[in-house]
């Protein structure tokens, strides 16, 4: 028996079941009639990287250890991007490879750089360099003529004025053309034990396409109203090409690390309401005027260069824009002020640079935000983190998660601030939004999985996909906390030794940080 997962980034359960029975998605609709269309459920808050990560080891990100494309440093005001050897859990390729089974994982969020696998590795956009596969996203290196032309990002995020989204969906499209090319070329390569790719136009478009797709939108616009359902449709002919490859002995998995909804027009203003209650004073500025000079003016091509020749002055950039402009003598609590990530820190004694509040206070003092933030109408839950994750990894999460509420099914957004009203309403020309606006789709809880094979249950989480892989297989793994939904649970394995943590340098944290930006993320 062998396992094909395929990622369809972002897909909305409601989206794909109203154009499977519409028609529209054949080969999603064979599935489901054959199989199984289950409700996901995703992590929370429903992020790229933890719930990626999640899926393919099927622990928690307190157990795995990622929480985000970043964490803070400890003991510092600084931030750090995360890479593959962060991860403290064994994902399915370790566990595979070590018995001998061959592997072949292209393009999943979190891999970079790529580990050595029984078979063939692509990393995901998580690369230090370009925005399209070179050689060193590729394990063994000598494959990359048949992956060379993988692209994540073909197209900046930012700046989206007049023609912006023609071009953007026609690229799009012929994205997926390419990356159906180079997958189809690699499933021909030899009979996979485990093969999975994950594409993510789907989580593009609905950042982008919302407001056009959906006209109860109060940021509604007209034209593009079909982009994300053609999207879909060519991915689904993707879909249906892979499964022609299929024999009976493949289990065909499709899978979302979430699902999407529209952005209303409120904006919360994280730091704002702190500084208003008294546990966040500011101390004037905030934002790096070289870093907004960069981001707006530099072309996207040099901004790699003009980083690695001025990293010190970037790094001093980027440092004031997340933590300046805060009085850290009188706060007790801050926000990174994330849209797809929102949380609060404790500026904690003994673990931040001018900690106020002590240690034994720290659990009261959580919980009282946490009531205190509840009771303000944007946020619809406010989580002390140790009641979202357990595991050994919990210290690397923020100390409170937030879910922000809805109004009239529309999320509100969390955008950056210093100083100003906690909550106010955007403005015309921030209904499109983008990078540092607030995108008008957003990640939602819960994504999507099919399987051609029929299950018993009615609903999933993503802490089922990995022992439900290791079931069909009938491979030993490790501890897990998901169900294997289509049974042959699987016996222990010993666990595979993590790889040791391995930062990025100055100048590649500042390269990831141009391309996560040009993806639409550090809004």
């Not at 992590?43 to 622990?59: M, Q």
């Not at 009282?368 to 979202?388: S, T």
Request: glycine share 10%; with cysteine; charged share 25%.
């Amino acid at each position: 028996m062998r396992f094909w997962l395929i990622g369809f980034d972002g897909m909305e359960p409601s989206l794909a079941a109203r154009w499977m029975d519409e028609g529209r998605l054949p080969h999603l609709s064979r599935l489901r009639a054959h199989g199984a269309f289950l409700p996901c459920a995703s992590t929370r808050p429903p992020v790229t990287y933890p719930a990626w990560t999640t899926c393919v080891t099927g622990v928690n990100p307190g157990r795995h250890g990622i929480f985000d494309f970043t964490e803070v440093v400890p003991g510092e005001r600084s931030i750090r991007f995360i890479n593959s050897t962060y991860r403290r859990a064994p994902a399915l390729w370790n566990t595979l490879s070590e018995q001998g089974r061959r592997c072949c994982v292209v393009s999943v969020p979190g891999t970079y750089p790529p580990e050595p696998v029984n078979g063939i590795m692509v990393s995901g956009f998580d690369s230090p360099v370009a925005t399209a596969v070179d050689p060193s996203f590729v394990y063994p290196r000598e494959v990359y003529p048949e992956v060379r032309g993988w692209r994540f990002a073909d197209f900046q995020e930012s700046d989206i004025g007049p023609g912006w989204h023609a071009r953007a969906l026609e690229r799009l499209l012929a994205k997926i053309e390419d990356k159906e090319r180079i997958t189809l070329r690699l499933l021909d390569r030899e009979p996979w034990d485990f093969f999975m790719t994950v594409f993510g136009e789907s989580d593009t478009v609905s950042h982008h396409f919302w407001l056009f797709h959906d006209p109860g939108s109060p940021r509604h616009r007209a034209g593009f109203e079909t982009a994300i359902r053609q999207v879909y449709e060519r991915l689904d002919v993707t879909l249906g090409k892979i499964l022609e490859h299929a024999g009976d002995d493949v289990v065909v998995g499709v899978v979302s690390d979430h699902g999407f909804g529209g952005a209303g027009t409120g904006v919360v203003h994280l730091n704002n309401w702190l500084a208003e209650r008294g546990y966040l004073r500011f101390s004037g500025g905030g934002e790096s005027l070289l870093k907004r000079l960069a981001l707006k003016f530099a072309p996207e091509r040099l901004r790699g260069m003009l980083f690695r020749r001025f990293q010190h002055l970037a790094t001093r950039a980027e440092s004031q824009s997340r933590f300046g402009g805060i009085d850290w003598a009188h706060t007790r609590a801050w926000s990174e002020e994330l849209n797809y990530f929102p949380n609060i820190r404790i500026n904690l004694a003994g673990r931040d640079p001018d900690g106020l509040v002590p240690a034994e206070e720290y659990d009261a003092f959580v919980r009282q935000l946490c009531a205190e933030l509840e009771a303000w109408e944007p946020i619809a839950k406010a989580w002390p983190r140790a009641e979202l994750f357990s595991g050994p990894e919990v210290e690397h999460a923020p100390d409170i998660i937030l879910e922000l509420a809805l109004e009239d099914g529309y999320s509100h957004s969390c955008l950056r601030s210093r100083g100003g009203a906690a909550f106010r309403r955007i403005r015309d020309d921030e209904a499109l939004g983008g990078k540092e606006r607030g995108m008008n789709g957003n990640h939602r809880d819960p994504g999507v999985l099919l399987l051609n094979r029929p299950v018993a249950e009615t609903s999933a989480s993503l802490l089922d996909v990995a022992p439900t892989v290791l079931g069909v297989l009938g491979a030993a793994g490790p501890a897990m906390e998901g169900r294997a939904l289509l049974g042959g649970g699987t016996s222990q394995a010993e666990t595979a030794q993590t790889p040791e943590v391995q930062p990025y340098s100055a100048e590649q944290e500042k390269l990831i940080e141009d391309r996560l930006r040009a993806l639409g993320y550090f809004e």
